[in-house]
């Protein structure tokens, strides 16, 4: 299993980034996927998830994700940026089909994350 995040980079408050995870080494299609981020001097918090059906759960925040599984591809669409969404974003695998509570031991695969910086 791998799970590649990209997309990351330095936007002013009000702008918007899409993130996107490439999967590989299992199929999409057959599990919940979410993103996580870490900010500076804090702990991972979950971000959004998607279900296999397509389904959002948002654990935190505003931020929309969306899958291509045709594309082995995860998104987040990330809108209306502050600073404190500066984080580094990670892309993780759910063991489930639906999106579980955002505990990492819940989610057994990583990306090896993207930088969010966002400026005011």
């Known amino acids: 299993v791998q799970l590649q995040a990209s997309g990351g980079g330095l936007v002013q408050t009000g702008g918007s980034l899409r993130l996107s995870c490439l999967a590989s080494g299992f199929n999409l299609g057959h599990y919940a996927m979410a993103w996580f981020r870490q900010a500076p001097g804090k702990e991972r918090e979950g971000v959004s998830c998607i279900s296999t059906s397509g389904g959002n759960r948002f654990y935190v925040g505003r931020f929309i994700v969306s899958r291509d599984n045709s594309k082995n591809t995860v998104y987040l669409q990330m809108n209306n940026l502050r600073p404190e969404d500066t984080a580094v974003y990670y892309c993780?695998?759910?063991?489930?089909?639906?999106?579980?509570?955002?505990?990492?031991?819940?989610?057994?695969?990583w990306g090896q994350g993207t930088q969010v910086t966002v400026s005011s």
């Open positions: 993780a695998k759910s063991e489930y089909s639906d999106c579980p509570p955002s505990l990492e031991s819940l989610f057994d695969s």
